[in-house]
Every structure is written in C-alpha cells, then in structure tokens.
C-alpha cells in the first residue's frame, strides 16, 4: 500500500505513471487528499477541545480547593459537554481515516520509470535470451504425453482424486519432483537464504499484507470455517514473517528461501494453454524473499536476477528473460523480471519464475521498519521470486531432454535423481 506522504509527493507523477499500468488514479488520489484535508480540520478541532477541557479541568481542581463548589459544578457541565464533543470528534476521525484507507488500498505500487506501457504479455521486453533450442530426435512428444507414456505423472488419476489440476506424480516422476526441489534449496543456501518450512494457510492479516488481498481474493482457496487461505505461493508467510517488525539495520538484507506446495484456483483459465503441467491448482515451487535497505533494493533485484537465471542454465534448459509491461505488472510490483524456457514440442515459451521489487509496498501494510543511524523508523523494501516454479520446469526437461526412447536427466539433478534416464 502507498503511504500518504507517497501520494501528496509529486502527485501528478504519481498519476501519470499508474497509467502505465492502466490503473486511472486521478479521482481516488483528489478523494485521499480532500479526506486528508478534512481529517487535519477535525484533528485540530478535537486538540482544542481536548486543550480546552485540560484547562477547564485545573480550573475545577483549584475551585474545590477554595471551596467554591457551586462554581466548580457550574464549570462540571461544561466538561460534560467538551467530552460528549471530543468523542464525537473522534468518531469523525475514525471514519474519515477508514475512508483514506479504503481508497488507499485500492491503489496499485507506482511502477519503475524503466517500465513500458503496453497493452498485454505481448508488449513485454525482452531482454536477453539464452540456450540452444535443439528439435528433439524423432517425433517431438508434449511433456503430457510423455508422462503418461513413461507413467510418471497420472493426470486421470489426480482428476478422480481431486479435480482436473492436481495431478499425481509417481514413480520416477515424483522422483523428479523431490531432486529439483533440493537442488533448489541446496542452491539457496549455498547463496544466503537460510531455508524455512512455513505454513500453508495463512490469515487475513497475513493475506493482506503481502497484498493478495483485496487484488486476488477471487483466485485463493478459502477455508471458510477458520477463515484462513491456502497459499497461493511461499512469498505470504515467508515475507510475514517480519509482520510488524522494527528490524535492526546491520541485519539487512535478509534472506529466505522456503519450499511449498502452492495452491491457485486460476479462476477463468481455458483453453490449449492449461493442459498438462502448463496451468495448475496445485505445485510444488520454491521461493527466496529478500528484506533490504530502500537504497538497495533495486540492486538486490538484479542480484536475483542473475541468481534465478544460474539456476536455468546450469539445468541447460533454453531461456529468456523479460522485463514486464505496465499493463502485465502485478498490482504490488513496481518491477518484475520475467524468465520462459522453451518447451520444444509445444513451441513456445513457458514462465517459470518471476521475480519482483515491491519497493515499500508491502512493508507498509505490514508495518515492516527498520530504525536508521538517527533512530528515525523507516519502511524497509521486499523483493521476492519463484526459484523456481517446478511443474513447468518439469514440462521442459521432459519435452527439451527427450531422446528416440527415453527421457535424458539433466547432469546437475542426477546425485539427487539417483538415475540417469526416464525410459519411454
């Protein structure tokens, strides 16, 4: 959430770079501000009252002590009323500052001056594009027929257990699965993240705070009863984990890296583009958060950055970077790198992992802070990315390591894998 301060510094910038994001903040900015101003009136008038009764209040004290208690009553009244006042004041105030919030909370994150407008996905920029794309000896299979052939992933199955989207891996499959997931989070740890295994509900507040709601309410799975949510990705209760914190500057940046399963409903997906691994309710990912100095986090950005992308060449998977358009940025970010690997029998590009700088967005809601060399409290920054997303990195190896009757295992997964292939 953007504080106030944000919005009243530069505010005519403020609106013409949410319009890159197609967000038109014009009439919700000039609604906070006129609120604001009428809370300043109301605050003023409610510390004159409050002043006024303090005097008052001596008044009646040195009345007594002189025994002019008819006067000292008279003055009582006047008490009476300046509390009846102040409480309606205070009511006023309350309402007026639910007001800002509510609209607050309506605005997206400014996004960074290096972001393009665009329209769509389509306008996205790409940046650098890496990796062989080699066409596979044969028959190109899609990764879904590949797996049903080699009986490592059972789509029918996971659909009669659950529903189309959860599907169920075996054999070599989930074997596969648990390899990248530690080559993962041994690689994390290697780098700095020190490894966590949160929960995978969530409350409200938690929610909320790393801004999934109210911007993705309808795509979370509510557990009605208790009121918590399933975890869309690992970045809701790892970043929460510094939920109202003032942390210590010479612990920055901090650094975690967490395993999940995440759960998504993909409300309104359809089409050629969610069969298989390509769209899911279920996945395993695993995510790195950073907490950094407001200085820094930009440098932090490209710092995993060029973490994520060490991870994709050394599984030797084609690949390519891209830096969002305003129109695909997510509401919180105000920058996102995305990275796509090649699947060769579908012949496109899959996203696999992205990895955002929410600047003081999140902080904000979640009363994140550190205290500067002159104790002042400061909102830190909050980076996070998917590293990595394994369901369609599973879908490329299968697809882009495929030889005439098996599946070649990437080198660096096989002390994890234990084996070297996946027979067809």
């Known amino acids: 959430m953007l504080t106030l301060k944000q919005i009243k510094e530069n505010t005519e910038q403020k609106i013409e770079l949410l319009k890159i994001k197609g967000f038109e903040a014009k009439d919700k900015i000039e609604q906070i501000i006129e609120f604001d101003e009428k809370r300043k009136s109301i605050q003023q008038q409610l510390d004159e009252t409050l002043a006024q009764s303090n005097i008052i209040a001596k008044e009646i004290g040195i009345l007594f002590k002189n025994k002019q208690i008819v006067e000292a009553n008279e003055k009582k009244k006047e008490t009476i009323l300046l509390k009846e006042q102040s409480k309606n004041l205070g009511n006023e105030l309350q309402e007026i500052q639910k007001n800002i919030n509510e609209l607050l909370v309506e605005i997206p994150n400014i996004p960074h001056e290096s972001v393009q407008a665009g329209k769509n996905e389509d306008d996205n920029e790409i940046l650098k ?14 990764h879904w027929d590949i797996a049903v052939k080699s009986d490592i992933i059972d789509f029918e199955t996971g659909n009669k257990i659950t529903a189309a989207g959860f599907p169920l891996y075996k054999g070599k499959g989930a074997k596969l699965q648990r390899a990248l997931i530690s080559f993962f989070l041994d690689n994390a740890s290697e780098n700095g993240y020190l490894e966590v295994q949160p929960p995978l509900m969530v409350n409200k507040n938690s929610a909320y705070a790393t801004g999934q709601l109210p ?53 309104g997906s359809y089409g050629k583009n969610v ?61 996102t790198y995305d990275f796509e690997v090649w699947s060769s029998a579908q012949k496109r590009w899959l996203e696999v992992s992205s990895v955002s700088n929410f600047l003081s967005f999140q902080a904000n809601r979640m009363k994140l802070r550190f205290k500067d060399e002159n104790k002042k409290s400061t909102l830190l920054h909050t980076l996070n990315g998917s590293a990595l997303a394994l369901p369609r990195i599973v879908a490329a190896i299968l697809e882009n390591y495929q030889k005439e009757d098996y599946i070649e295992v990437p080198e660096v997964l096989i002390p994890y894998s234990r084996f070297d292939k996946i027979e067809l």
């Open 275 to 335: 069969r298989g691994l390509n769209r899911l309710h279920q996945f395993d990912k695993v995510e790195i958060i950073q907490i950094q100095h407001p200085d820094k986090s930009y440098d932090t950005l490209e710092e995993m950055k060029n973490y994520i992308e060490s991870l994709i060449v050394k599984l030797g998977l084609p690949y390519r970077i891209l830096r969002l358009c305003g129109k695909d940025l997510s509401f919180t970010s105000a920058l």
């Open 129 to 142: 594009q890496s990796g062989e794309i080699v066409e596979p000896q044969g028959k190109a299979l899609p």
């Open 215 to 267: 911007d993705k309410d309808g795509q979370m799975y509510h557990v009605q009863d208790d009121d918590f949510f399933l975890i869309p990705t690992a970045e809701v209760p790892l970043t929460n984990i510094y939920y109202d914190t003032i942390v210590k500057e010479n612990e920055l940046p901090i650094k975690i890296a967490g395993y999940t399963p995440c759960f998504r409903r993909e409300a």
